[in-house]
């Protein structure tokens, strides 16, 4: 389990992969990959994540109201099956980008 973080600094984009269940036990790693990278533009890659909790989506959602940026903008890809689900179910595609 665990939170990987790439910046392209020219392009102002961040890829922030993440490994093995998303939930509280990633809250300050998850939280490090966009801390001070406001006007950067996110990309939340889930195809390693088998499972997220609500503390998981609850770490997206703190993310996205810190960044301050408009629904949609954060971008959640590669997302396995039961993970979209979940996500779809909580209706996260209201408030990211899901493909």
Do not use: C, W
Request: aromatic fraction near 10%.
């Amino acid at each position: 389990m665990s939170v990987e973080t790439q910046i392209d600094s020219g392009a102002k984009h961040v890829t922030v992969a993440i490994e093995g269940a998303f939930g509280f036990n990633l809250v300050q790693e998850f939280r490090r990959s966009y801390t001070d990278k406001r006007d950067y533009r996110f990309t939340i890659d889930l195809r390693k994540v088998d499972y997220i909790d609500s503390a998981g989506l609850g770490m997206l959602l703190n993310m996205q109201n810190y960044l301050g940026q408009p629904d949609g903008s954060v971008t959640i890809t590669n997302t396995l099956p039961q993970v979209k689900k979940i996500l779809l179910i909580s209706r996260f595609d209201k408030k990211f980008q899901i493909e």
